[in-house]
């Protein structure tokens, strides 16, 4: 439960991250997300399931979710968005029965990692990575996207299984 208040208040502070991290990411101020995707992957243990951006104190930060399917640990890392430098990291036993898990181990029964998913979900799409989050529902394994362009912002899913976009649902 206070993991997923942390993230809900880290979604909210995206939406404040976003004029600056569009300025620090054109300017090259910023590292970008893709790349600091694939390096959190080669230096922490576990699986990325989700991305996002915040502030604090003005400065831009990534957040980074991993788990570990072995230990059954989420950790979320807060990390410098100018030079990658670990600010914070928050550790979390799961239970084994968590959806997430599962999505998790499927991705490592197909050899997949999250930042081969997010380059080949937006191949061919231009913006910046503002959020990225792995999912499971109706039985489709997906990541959910956020991007923001010079027009605003773009959501999409893009299912893991069948590489390829899926329509956005959408719940009362």
Request: glycine share 4%.
């Amino acid at each position: 439960m206070r993991l997923i208040i942390v993230a809900l208040s880290l979604i909210s502070a995206a939406a404040q991250a976003t004029p600056s991290y569009w300025q620090g990411l054109n300017n090259g101020e910023l590292l970008a997300p893709r790349r600091m995707i694939a390096q959190v992957e080669q230096q922490f243990p576990g699986v990325v399931t989700q991305f996002s951006i915040s502030t604090q104190q003005q400065q831009v930060q990534y957040d980074i979710q991993l788990i570990e399917p072995i230990t059954k640990t989420c950790h979320l890392l807060l990390l410098n968005a100018h030079d990658g430098a670990l600010l914070q990291q928050q550790d979390q036993r799961l239970d084994s029965q968590d959806e997430l898990l599962r999505v998790v181990q499927h991705l490592q029964q197909q050899q997949l990692q999250f930042s081969q998913l997010l380059n080949q979900a937006l191949a061919h799409k231009q913006g910046k990575l503002v959020s990225a989050k792995l999912d499971r529902g109706l039985g489709i394994s997906y990541i959910e996207l956020k991007l923001l362009n010079a027009d605003g912002s773009e959501r999409l899913a893009y299912d893991i299984d069948h590489r390829r976009q899926l329509p956005l649902l959408k719940w009362d």
